[in-house]
């Protein structure tokens, strides 16, 4: 026996949006935070709490092959999850408010590490009804600035025969 509650459409939309697509070990991430209303309008001096969880990054280069979201391993990508959230933990906390034109930044310093970390932004923010509404974001920061993927036409090769291959960054 359960109830069905009619969908209602949320009052307030957030978003929180880095910088950049990646950052470098040590750097300074930055993200903004924006509310608005859904009928239009920022929505100004709404109380912001944001938490940033720092996690494993490991690169995965099938999300660079042509169709991946068709040929998607469920069993590899319950696995990648699962280790994420088992080395994930919080790294640093804070509060702000939006200002007039319903934006908050945020920034925080990554660590000197020996390895590389996915952080994991979340931004929950107070409507004017007093609900709290959730969004988030990740970056990954690295030890090198980019990854390459590469591919060849095929499998195997006579040695002295011309390779063609295909390079990703």
């Given amino acids: 026996n359960f109830d069905v509650l009619a969908y209602r459409k949320p009052d307030v939309l957030a978003d929180v949006t ?7 070990v040590g750097d300074t991430v930055k993200a903004g935070v924006s509310l608005r209303f859904a009928v239009g309008g920022n929505v100004a001096g709404s109380a912001v709490k944001w938490s940033v969880f720092r ?11 042509a169709f991946s979201w068709f040929f998607r391993d469920p069993v590899r990508e319950e696995e990648t999850r699962r280790r994420a959230e088992a080395g994930t933990q919080v790294f640093t906390r804070g509060e702000g408010t939006t200002d007039a034109d319903g934006k908050l930044a945020i920034s925080f310093a990554t660590e ?9 932004v979340v931004v929950e923010a107070q409507d004017p009804n007093r609900r709290w ?7 990954p ?8 993927v590469t591919r060849t036409e095929k499998k195997v090769y006579r040695p002295g025969e011309a390779i063609k291959l295909e390079v990703t960054t």
């Fill in 141 to 148: 920061v690295t030890r090198q600035a980019a990854f390459a």
């Fill in 18 to 24: 880095p910088e950049k697509r990646a950052y470098l």
């Fill in 133 to 139: 509404i959730t969004t988030s974001c990740s970056v």
């Fill in 112 to 120: 000197t590490a020996e390895e590389d970390r996915t952080y994991s």
């Fill in 55 to 65: 996690g494993p990054f490991a690169f995965d280069p099938s999300v660079h092959e």
